[in-house]
């Protein structure tokens, strides 16, 4: 038994540990916006009903990427929620009262370009001051950078967007306050409040519409065409300008944003662009009123610690859930692999070079005195051999044969040799010898292939055309600018050969 205990405690003390693989990270699919607006969920439900649509805590941001949580390979577009701070109260944060008197209406945080014109002079606009009183029937405007509230006796307000006028009056009496607001262009965030004991009426008239508020929190956007007006919070009616009621839409204030519209819009899609565009224009709005809650968050940063009323206040923003349209971003193709260099070439043995063998120059030997030549023969005329080259020989007998190179040859063979020598070197020298028996025109015939070979130097005898009394020299080959090289005809007196006994001639260039 300790025998079997020893063997176990060596095998366990030997076998190496073994770890669990650490898996290889997840690449996921990268996503980025596809376009700047803010969607409504029910907008894109309706058009897109298969709509791929991630809920907040579905992904996670980088900078300007989003990467969908468990999609290696996701759709092309998807929608993603995110939630945006809505508007914030004008009462700060440590304050439960403004202290405005019930029937004074006031300017508050003013920023950028804010102008005010009052009754009196109503084509005189002037800057405005934080605090401010403005007068019933004062038409306040922003430009470009410009943002601006209106306090109604500290109950309601309403919060001018850039580029936008309007123009603000109230009335209170016992039991009702009235405020109205005639909103010509832009937007107005609009926070009305209802003290106990009192009724209030609180209407934004528009060139399309009239909405009327019960104690609530709505933005109203007047476009050139149509009238939008967005719900956070309460009850809103619109009507038309005539009064026909266009319908009536109420919030909870923990979901989403809810719309009234007027005119409709006549397709889903168109719709869906519509209430895109003035989402959008609120929700990018927003960050640059809310100007409290960035310094209360800015603090909390730092790591300092809020009131209670501090924090009640920030509990108060509502969180607006709107989806963004994602595009899947394709990753750029893989650069091509470097190019290999091709092998070098592995060198080649050297071939030796294929010399033919050099004749031997011909032994010198004694040239005969050159017999008188008859008058009805004259002297041949030569071209100029080439000084580098061994002339080649043909032999014309009596007997009608022709021997080149050693040997009788038929006139085809003696064509075929001499192409394929002239091919090479037409400047290679040729010397025709013929015997005084031989006629005119065999001559002729042998000078001719000679020429037809592509030779320029040929050195052949003279004969004398039959019939002709007195034949004159001939030239058949072009004169070279050097001197003339005459070969004397050494066959004159020499009996003619048979085929069987080839004249001995001086060595010459063998092609085979």
Not at 59 to 75: A, E, H, M
Not at 78 to 106: C, F, H, R
Not at 170 to 181: A, C, D, F, H
Not at 470 to 482: G, H, K, N, Q
């Amino acid at each position: 038994m300790k025998s079997l205990i020893l063997v176990l405690s060596l095998v366990v003390a030997l076998t190496p540990p073994t770890f669990a693989a650490t898996p290889a990270p997840v690449k996921l699919a990268e996503y980025k916006r596809a376009d700047a607006n803010f969607y409504w969920k029910g907008d894109v439900l309706k058009v897109e009903p298969n709509a791929v649509i991630v809920p907040v805590g579905g992904y996670t941001q980088q900078n300007d990427s989003y990467f969908i949580t468990g999609r290696k390979k996701g759709p092309n577009v998807i929608y993603a929620q995110v939630l945006k701070d809505w508007i914030e109260p004008i009462t700060p944060p440590n304050a439960t009262s403004l202290g405005i008197p019930a029937n004074v209406m006031q300017i508050r945080e003013p920023q950028g370009d804010v102008q005010v014109a009052f009754p009196s002079a109503p084509a005189t606009f002037l800057p405005v001051q934080d605090g401010m009183t403005v007068e019933n029937g004062s038409v306040v405007k922003t430009g470009a950078d410009g943002t601006a509230a209106i306090v109604f006796g500290g109950v309601a307000s309403a919060r001018l967007i850039p580029n936008s006028a309007a123009a603000v009056q109230q009335m209170v009496v016992p039991g009702l306050r009235s405020t109205e607001i005639d909103l010509t262009r832009g937007a107005v965030f609009s926070k009305v409040g209802k003290p106990i004991g009192e009724k209030e009426d609180y209407t934004i008239h528009t060139p399309f519409g009239i909405a009327a508020a019960r104690g609530t929190d709505f933005v109203s956007v007047a476009l050139p065409s149509r009238t939008d007006v967005w719900i956070a919070q309460g009850t809103v009616q619109l009507n038309q300008t005539n009064g026909a009621v266009v319908g009536q839409i109420s919030a909870d204030g923990a979901g989403p944003l809810k719309i009234i519209r007027f005119p409709l819009m006549p397709g889903a899609r168109d719709a869906m662009m519509a209430d895109a565009e003035t989402m959008t224009a609120a929700i990018n709005f927003i960050p640059m009123a809310n100007q409290k809650i960035k310094a209360l968050r800015d603090r909390l940063a730092r790591g300092e610690k809020l009131s209670d009323a501090e924090m009640h206040y920030l509990s108060l923003i509502k969180k607006v859930p709107c989806l963004i349209k994602l595009a899947l971003v394709t990753p750029p193709a893989p650069p091509p692999p470097p190019a290999v260099p091709p092998p070098a070439p592995l060198p080649l043995p050297a071939t030796p070079a294929v010399q033919l063998p050099t004749p031997p120059p011909p032994a010198p030997s004694p040239v005969p005195a050159k017999p008188a030549v008859p008058a009805a023969s004259a002297p041949a005329v030569t071209a100029t051999p080439s000084a580098t080259s061994t002339p080649l020989v043909i032999h014309l007998h009596s007997n009608g044969t022709v021997s080149f190179q050693g040997a009788t040859i038929s006139l085809d063979d003696l064509k075929t040799k001499l192409e394929v020598i002239g091919n090479v070197t037409p400047d290679q020298p040729i010397i025709i010898k013929a015997g005084e028996a031989v006629p005119y025109d065999k001559v002729r015939q042998i000078v001719g292939i000679c020429h037809d070979a592509g030779f320029l130097n040929v050195t052949y005898p003279a004969r004398s055309k039959p019939s002709a009394p007195a034949p004159s020299p001939e030239v058949l080959a072009p004169t070279a600018p050097s001197p003339v090289l005459r070969v004397p005809d050494t066959t004159t007196n020499a009996p003619p050969a048979s085929p069987a006994s080839p004249v001995q001639e001086t060595p010459t260039l063998t092609i085979p």
